[in-house]
């Protein structure tokens, strides 16, 4: 069973930087697209970046230039560098792994933006 474990949230002031981490478990992961969600209170839960088994990115338009993912498959972990953050960046950020029609997601972890 994949097992999907995040770290590195907190609190940081605008303009500050954290960098997140997602540790895999329980199948091979580098095949796995791997990405970054994140859920505000009273918002959906919404695509921030995502990598590809090969290394391809995606983000979306809010983060382009402030965040960047990555992933090293000697360690099955993904990051996700947070730089310029801003106070709607502030959510529940979640990992998802995906592979061939599978959705597995971590519990979450708290970025709070606040001066």
């Known amino acids: 069973q994949v097992q999907l474990v995040e770290s590195g949230g907190g609190l940081v002031q605008p303009g500050g930087s954290l960098r997140l981490s997602c540790t895999f478990s329980?199948?091979?992961?580098?095949?796995?697209?791997m990405g970054w969600y994140r859920q505000a209170p009273g918002k959906q839960r919404d695509m921030v970046a995502q990598?590809?088994?090969?290394?391809?990115?995606n983000y979306a338009d809010s983060v382009k230039g402030r965040f960047t993912i990555s992933r090293d498959n000697a360690k099955n972990t993904v990051y996700l560098q947070m730089n310029s953050l801003k106070l709607e960046d502030t959510a529940v950020y979640y990992c998802?792994?995906?592979?061939?029609?599978?959705?597995?997601w971590g519990q979450g972890t708290q970025v709070t933006v606040s001066s």
């Open positions: 990598i590809t088994s090969g290394g391809y990115t």
């Open positions: 329980g199948s091979i992961f580098s095949i796995f697209v």
């Open positions: 998802k792994a995906y592979d061939s029609g599978t959705y597995y």
